[in-house]
C-alpha cells in the first residue's frame, strides 16, 4: 500500500493565526502596500504577534493643543507592553545589547546574570519609566503574578525614547492607569502602529513616526520558526533616510521638514532620539545566542539610515518563548537548543524584520501637532511609491498578498490513515501544504474552489465538505488509490 511505503519524517507542528483579532484601532497602511519589498518571508500578520504567545498592548493619551503649559499639557505619550508567553508569570531565556547608551532599559542587569526575562516589556516616555515600573510592580500584587508566593521580588523591564518636542514631557502625565490599559489591552493580534502606546510622540528620519512590528518565518532542517520584532522608532536623521535602498531622505529634503517652535536656546542635533527595539522568535536559544540576535539589530536599523549617534539610546532586548519549562527553581531541567551554525538565518531574519519594522512604523504614522504648534509630518504615501518605481524598486502589493477568503476554511490539520498528518497553512501569503514525508512545504495552486495541485505533485488535492458546508476531508489519488486525510482541527 503507498502509505505503508512512505518513510516518514518528523511532523511539523503548525499554529497560524490567520484571522487577525479586531481592535478598536483599525490597522492603517504598512510599507508593503505602498510597494515597498524586502527581503525574507513574513508571518500571516507581519508582526511580533506572529511568535506564537507573544501579546502587545497600547494606552494611548491625545489631549490639547497649543502653547505648553507643564501639567496641563499638551499630551502625546502613552505606554506599550509585550507580553512573552502572555499575561501569565512564565519567565524565557533573553538577553540585550545597547548600541549608544544615551537612554534606559530598566532590569538588564538581573538579564544578563540569571539569563531570563521574567516580566513583561514595558515602552513609554523618558519621564515616565519610574511611574511604569511602579505600576508593574503593583499590578503583580493585584493580579497575583506569583500564585501565592509569600516573598517574591522581581525587575521589571521599562525602556523610554524621548517625546518633548511632541509631548509635555516634563508635565509627568503617564499615569499607573494607562500601564494598566496598556497591559489589559494586550492581544495576539495585529500590533496597531504608528502613533500609538509608547510611540504616540515619536519622530524618526525626519518624519511622524512611533510603533512598528514585523516578522519572518525560516526552516531549520524540518521546522518551521518564526522571528519578530517591534521597534520604538524615535531616531536618525532625514538626510540619511534610506528605504529599499532609495535615498528617499536626500529627495524628499524639502518636502514636509518639522516644525519646532521652541524656546530661543533650544538645540536640537540632527540624530538625536533613541530607538528601542524587541526581538522575539520560537527558536530554542540559549541567552549567549540572543545575545548575538539583539547585536545584529543595529544592522538593520544602518539599513533605514540610522546611524547610533552620541544623543540616541539605541538599545534592545531578544527572548525566546521555546522551552517552557527551562524556569525551575527546584530541580534540574532538559531542554533544547539549536547549534550556533545555524543561527545565521536568525541574524538575517533579525535583520530584515527591524528594517520593515522602522518603516512600517514610519508608513503608519499620521501628522501630528504638539506643544507649541510643533508639528511632524507623515512620510508622503504617494512620493515613496513614485520613488519605488523611479529607482525600480516598485512590488505591486496586489500580486503578492492575494489569499482566498475562503482559505481559512480550508486550513488545519488533517489525518492519514494508518498514521501520519497533513498540514494546510498559510506562509508567506501563500497557501501551501506540509505532507509527512516531505521536509519543506508545498505551494498549492487553485485549480477551482475546492481543488489545489501540490507543487511537484502528481496528484491534486480535493477538500470535501458535509451538508454544512464544512470542510471536512481532503483526498488525492496516487497508483489508482484514492487516500483520504480526515479534518482533525
Known sequence: ????????????????????????????????????????????????????????????????????????????????????????FSPVYANWYSLNGNGEMTGTTWITESGFLETPIMITNTNSVGVVRDAVLKWYVDSNWYKGENLWYTYPVVAETYDGLMN????????????????????????????????????????????????????????????????????????????????????????????????????????????????????????????RLAQRVPLGIALV????????????????????????????????????????????????????????????????TGINGNKAYAIPHGSITKLMKEYGRYVDPEKTSAIPVYFSDLEGTYQLQPEGQIKIALLNNKMVVFFPWASTPSELSEVSKEVFQPAGAPFQIRFVRNEENKVVKLQFEYNKELITADKIK
Not at 510599507?31 to 511568535?51: C, H, K, M, Q, Y
Not at 508635565?171 to 509608547?198: L, P
Not at 536559544?285 to 540572543?290: D, I, K
Not at 539610546?313 to 534540574?332: C, H, L, Q, V, Y
Request: aromatic share 6%; proline share 4%.
Open 305 to 368: 539610515g540610522g546611524k547610533g549617534h552620541n544623543g540616541s539610546g539605541d538599545i534592545f532586548i531578544a527572548f525566546s518563548t521555546a522551552n517552557e519549562n527551562a524556569f525551575n527553581r527546584k530541580e534540574p531541567e532538559q531542554i533544547e537548543v539549536i547549534p550556533n551554525e545555524f543561527l545565521d538565518v536568525l541574524f538575517d531574519s533579525t535583520i530584515e524584520a527591524v528594517e520593515e519594522s522602522v518603516i512600517n512604523a514610519m508608513i503608519a504614522a499620521e501628522t501630528m
Open 168 to 291: 509635555d514631557i516634563y508635565g509627568f502625565h503617564v499615569k499607573e492607569e494607562h500601564v494598566i490599559e496598556a497591559i489589559e489591552n494586550a492581544n495576539s493580534g495585529m500590533v496597531t502602529e504608528g502613533n500609538v502606546g509608547g510611540g504616540t510622540g515619536m519622530l524618526a528620519l525626519g518624519f511622524k513616526a512611533g510603533i512598528g512590528s514585523a516578522s519572518r518565518q525560516f526552516f531549520l532542517q524540518d521546522k518551521l520558526y518564526t522571528l519578530g520584532a517591534l521597534v520604538q522608532a524615535n531616531f536618525g536623521s532625514k538626510n540619511n533616510l534610506q528605504i529599499a535602498r532609495v535615498p528617499v531622505g536626500k529627495k524628499l529634503m524639502d518636502t514636509l521638514n518639522l516644525e519646532i517652535n521652541a524656546f530661543a536656546n533650544f538645540e536640537r542635533k540632527e540624530g538625536d532620539g533613541s530607538i528601542i527595539v524587541v526581538i522575539a522568535t520560537d527558536a530554542p536559544l540559549l541567552p549567549h545566542q540572543l545575545k
Open 1 to 88: 500500500m503507498f502509505l505503508n511505503n512512505i518513510h516518514w519524517g518528523k511532523i511539523i507542528n503548525l499554529l497560524f493565526l490567520c484571522c487577525v483579532i479586531s481592535t478598536s484601532v483599525a490597522q492603517k497602511s504598512r510599507a508593503r502596500d505602498l510597494g515597498i519589498p524586502f527581503e525574507g518571508e513574513p508571518g500571516p500578520l507581519n508582526s511580533i504577534t506572529d511568535v506564537k504567545g507573544v501579546e502587545v498592548g497600547h494606552s494611548t493619551i491625545i489631549k490639547g493643543e497649543g502653547e505648553n503649559v507643564v501639567g496641563e499639557g499638551p499630551v502625546r505619550t502613552g505606554v506599550t507592553a509585550i507580553f512573552p508567553r502572555g499575561k501569565k
